[in-house]
């Protein structure tokens, strides 16, 4: 079955902990990026990745990592120094980084704060 | 820069009556433009794109959507409201004009529809 998984679903995080967001692909995609969601204010572009060991910070890095090893995956690490993490995450694919392509999106992980 | 504005944070509609979800977009040229779906904690899920071909789009779930340039709009609408078209609506915009043609998607902040019998 084609898609985009996200795990965990729910995840908490305690203070000074680093946590990491899974976010596999198999539409063999090359483009893949990272969403942060908040009540209200729409999506904003965390980091993409049009290739394979590249990604691009996008409006809102500070705070987050990412690596791009594979194709298939795209994992986000939410370091201790995001101090405001809560937050529902959301990871995209788009066939190629072009603008007339889509992007596709996962059923996201919810974060919160222990 | 583009932006997008999504009139109205809420909608409500009685069951079987018109949908129309507002959308205008800032851009100096025609930009491309997506409308997205989320259900409660869930992803979004592509309802219909307009990418510079016909300028009345049709989508999933009976939506549609028409280009308007003159009105810098891309409003959604559906003829008949469903319970099941509870959700919340996202206008985006892309620049095709970008070099290397990265695809970031600006996002409305986002329309709530609500549907009552």
């Known amino acids: 079955d084609g898609g985009i998984t996200q795990s965990p679903k729910y995840l908490f995080r305690k203070e000074g902990q680093n946590v990491t967001l899974s976010c596999e692909q198999n539409l063999n995609h090359d483009a893949m990026y990272w969403y942060r969601q908040d009540p209200g204010q729409g999506l904003r572009l965390i980091y993409y990745s049009q290739i394979v060991n590249d990604f691009q910070k996008g409006d809102i890095a500070e705070g987050y990592s990412v690596s791009r090893e594979k194709k298939e995956s795209f994992p986000l690490t939410v370091t201790s120094a995001q101090k405001n993490p809560t937050a529902f995450y959301l990871c995209?694919?788009?066939?190629?980084?072009?603008?007339?392509?889509?992007?596709?999106f996962g059923d996201g992980t919810r974060l919160s704060i222990l | 820069a583009q932006s997008v504005t999504q009139l109205g944070s809420h909608v409500s509609v009685s069951e079987g009556a018109l949908v129309l979800l507002r959308c205008n977009y800032s851009s100096s040229v025609p930009p491309y433009l997506f409308w997205y779906v989320q259900y409660p904690n869930q992803g979004l899920q592509l309802l219909l794109k307009?990418?510079?071909?016909?300028?009345l789009v049709k989508g999933i779930n009976g939506f549609e959507a028409e280009f308007k340039k003159s009105e810098t709009s891309f409003h959604l609408t559906k003829p008949s409201a469903h319970m099941s078209d509870a959700a919340e609506y996202f206008c985006a915009v892309s620049d095709p004009r970008v070099p290397g043609g990265y695809n970031k998607l600006i996002f409305g902040a986002g329309t709530r529809l609500a549907v009552h019998p």
């Open positions: 307009y990418t510079s071909a016909a300028t």
């Open positions: 995209a694919t788009s066939a190629s980084g072009a603008s007339n392509q889509p992007q596709h």
